[in-house]
């Protein structure tokens, strides 16, 4: 089963997409540019982030737009591809809702319609989608140069090989992913199938829209899965602090992107030979020693 996050999107904001754009693969050009067209024509800023103190902002950098430009999230943190992505952000951000640093669950503001489009966790987004199906739809991320950088929440099984049954349990994994077990496993404890499903009739129509882009995503041609960061230990708060410092730098301080990122670039070393953590996917494998920012 798996979780990850979403672009949802009140159909109010449809109209404005640039021509030609289709939603289920987008580029990140298109969704700065569509940001830009809903501001100019609107004149409201109608697209969110959760960068408030409870968001999730930072997996934001570190499953999405980092990988999406540079391809991985540690050795090239630095880099110029990682720093294009940063400008990225800096050039969506004045059609950002600037009460965007005070947000946490998007599906709130998208509610109030304080915002019509938002990047969040499925299941900070899932209020929304439960309470006005009819009113939004769910995409997939945008894709960058590197790929549709998203990051996935996954649950898996694997057989000891010291298990006294590995027939039973061959078994059991093929029960579980089934696509009526997979459906089950949704409706009792919201984490979508990693299988492609038919939804019937009896899931909700909310859970059945965050559930098909979720898929569509994994799917797309260009995925490029970014792990959730591993082996950081009592570290992890540091390591997104460096991602979350970097964003006020670069985007709300409109300090120098380069200069930033060596600054940073430096902490972020320390705090991976400290936690004496190896690279995780996109980053290739740094075997036993820690993942080296380039």
């Not at 109209?15 to 540019?33: C, E, I, K, S």
């Not at 997939?140 to 006294?164: H, Q, S």
């Not at 060596?262 to 400290?274: R, S």
């Amino acid at each position: 089963m798996q979780a990850t996050y979403i672009v949802a999107a009140n159909k109010k904001a449809l109209p404005f997409l640039p021509a030609g754009a289709d939603v289920n693969a987008l580029t990140y050009a298109q969704y700065l540019q569509w940001a830009k067209n809903v501001k100019e024509k609107t004149g409201q800023a109608k697209f969110g982030f959760p960068a408030g103190a409870s968001g999730l902002m930072h997996r934001f950098f570190q499953g999405f737009l980092v990988p999406a430009y540079s391809g991985g999230v540690v050795t090239t943190f630095a880099n110029d591809d990682a720093a294009a992505g940063w400008k990225w952000m800096v050039d969506v951000w004045p059609y950002v809702n600037p009460q965007s640093t005070t947000y946490g669950f998007m599906q709130e503001q998208l509610l109030s319609e304080e915002v019509w489009v938002a990047w969040d966790h499925v299941a900070r987004l899932k209020d929304a989608f439960e309470n006005k199906p009819n009113d939004f739809v769910a995409l997939p991320v945008p894709a960058g140069p590197k790929g549709r950088a998203f990051m996935p929440v996954v649950a898996g099984l694997a057989i000891p090989k010291t298990a006294n049954n590995v027939n039973g349990a061959k078994a059991l994994i093929s029960y579980l992913t089934e696509p009526k077990t997979q459906i089950t496993t949704l409706r009792e404890v919201g984490f979508f199938p990693f299988t492609n499903v038919d939804y019937p009739g009896y899931v909700s129509p909310g859970f059945k829209l965050e559930g098909e882009a979720v898929t569509k995503q994994a799917n797309s041609k260009d995925a490029l899965p970014a792990l959730l960061p591993q082996g950081l230990g009592a570290k992890g708060g540091d390591f997104n602090k460096v991602y979350l410092d970097t964003f006020k730098r670069i985007v709300l301080n409109n300090e120098d992107i380069k200069k930033v990122l060596g600054d940073q670039k430096k902490i972020l070393q320390t705090v991976m030979t400290d936690a004496k953590a190896p690279c995780w996917s996109p980053d290739p494998s740094s075997g036993d020693k820690p993942c080296e920012v380039k």
